[in-house]
């Protein structure tokens, strides 16, 4: 029942409870990461920026037919992950073995590719809120090199949070009118315990159960989109 820009400026504002709960759930595995932290949060930052500015400059309307589009894109890049990353290991193998792939922690770099995928993930953060995590999880999956399935949402947690954050100061200084403090307070109190939760599970599920858990909520989300469109 709300608009569109209210429903998404109020869920990136209370989801930055769940940003803060889950990266305290996860502050080991960030701590192993730190080599990659400064870098992809400065993408995550400036990305965060531009998509909260273009969803507060844009039409409503043009709200509704894109979200869509971007979660299936967003599924999409989860469903071929496997696939994606194969293609990325049988090329790194003809070339020669990868400096850090067996470490048990994330070694980085953090290369032009990698950098430019995680800021426009921000861009797509910033604007969508939904399915950033997707996003993220997909490119780790594909270009970070060394750690662990835990690690990589261990990171993707903390750039969420960033966009999240980075957003909701936006929206605070231009877009206050539109928020609706009732949805962000509701949000927040069920995000952070979610998070806490959350982080507990991601060191436990399976890669491929957690790949299942991503796409059906995905799917529920896209089918609940498209219906209200319809309408």
Do not use: C
Not at 27 to 41: D, F, G, I, N
């Amino acid at each position: 029942g709300f608009p569109p820009v209210t429903a998404q400026v109020s869920n990136a504002m209370g989801l930055v409870a769940s940003g803060f709960s889950g990266t305290y759930g996860y502050r080991r595995e960030l701590a192993q990461s730190r080599a990659l932290l400064p870098k992809l949060t400065v993408a995550s930052l400036l990305g965060g920026v531009i998509g909260a500015a273009l969803l507060t400059t844009l039409p409503p309307a043009v709200f509704g037919y894109v979200a869509p589009v971007l979660l299936v894109v967003a599924l999409t890049v989860v469903v071929l992950q496997p696939r994606i990353q194969g293609w990325v290991r049988r090329r790194a193998e003809d070339q020669g073995p990868t400096p850090g792939a067996d470490s048990p922690v994330p070694v980085g770099p953090v290369t032009p590719t990698l950098w430019t995928l995680v800021f426009l993930t921000g861009i797509y953060g910033g604007y969508f809120v939904a399915a950033q995590g997707v996003m993220l999880m997909a490119i780790f999956g594909v270009l970070l090199v060394g750690g662990t399935l835990v690690h990589a949402n261990a990171v993707k947690t903390w750039l969420s949070l960033v966009v999240n954050l980075t957003a909701a100061a936006f929206y605070l200084v231009f877009a206050f009118d539109r928020i609706d403090w009732r949805a962000v307070l509701l949000i927040a109190l069920s995000s952070l315990v979610g998070g806490l939760v959350g982080a507990r599970i991601g060191r436990r599920i399976s890669p491929t159960a957690l790949r299942v858990t991503i796409v059906i909520v995905g799917l529920a989300g896209l089918v609940v989109m498209v219906m209200r469109q319809v309408s």
